[in-house]
T-cell receptor, first 113, second 114 residues
């Protein structure tokens, strides 16, 4: 099945700096890569996703880049703010369809004011 | 519009006891999923359903059963709870059409098995 590796597991940045989280996947046929944010004690929520027909997607301070050749995709957060502190999960499709995905192990981001 | 809801929010069981977790969604989504979340392991898919009356195994199905008798509900059962099933359980749902879609998660159920 699909294997997704996520790095780093923890990340501390100063407020205003940028944060980058990287994920690698194994199935070259994968074509959908979402990122979820989970605040402490809350449910995961989708913040951005990218499909394999584009290399980059932006939404205000958040961007995701995809390198299909190297089979990795990254989440970029610019001008970080304390409310960006959370655990971030990447995901990639599992084989067998029905929109099943496998999640990375998560990155705990701490933004230091 | 409540989205995805889960019952109960917390539960403590003794080894060998049984229980059922209820997930309900009011978005008319076809697909529903049950995940467990353990520290350092992300979210792992237990079982999923692609429509009323259908269920299938995910990555970690052992020790769990599911049922989807109504489109809006997805039940997760533990017949004989074990300490290894101590976890936070999340239900999610998504639309079936248009390729991959966002999964909407419930608030989670924190289960402790003693």
């Amino acid at each position: 099945g699909e294997n997704v590796e996520q790095h780093p597991s923890t990340l501390s940045v100063q407020e205003g700096d940028s944060a980058v989280i990287k994920c690698t996947y194994s199935d070259s046929a994968s074509n959908y890569f979402p990122w979820y944010k989970q605040e402490l004690g809350k449910r995961p929520q989708l913040i951005i996703d990218i499909r394999s027909n584009v290399g980059e997607k932006k939404d205000q301070r958040i961007a995701v880049t995809l390198n299909k050749t190297a089979k990795h995709f990254s989440l970029h957060i610019t001008e970080t703010q304390p409310e960006d502190s959370a655990v971030y999960f990447c995901a990639a499709p599992l084989s067998g369809g029905y929109q099943k995905v496998t999640f990375g192990t998560g990155t705990k981001l701490q933004v230091i004011p | 519009n409540a989205g995805v809801t889960q019952t109960p929010k917390f539960r403590v069981l003794k080894t060998g006891q049984s229980m059922t977790l209820l997930c309900a969604q009011d978005m008319n989504h076809e697909y529903m999923y049950w995940y467990r979340q353990d520290p350092g392991m992300g979210l792992r898919l237990i079982h999923y359903s692609v429509g009323e009356g259908t269920t299938a195994k995910g990555e970690v199905p052992d020790g769990y059963n599911v049922s989807r008798l109504k489109k809006q509900n997805f039940l997760l059962g533990l017949e004989s709870a074990a300490p290894s099933q101590t976890s936070v359980y999340f239900c999610a749902s998504s639309l079936a059409s248009g390729g991959y879609n966002e999964q909407f998660f419930g608030p989670g159920t924190r289960l402790t098995v003693l």
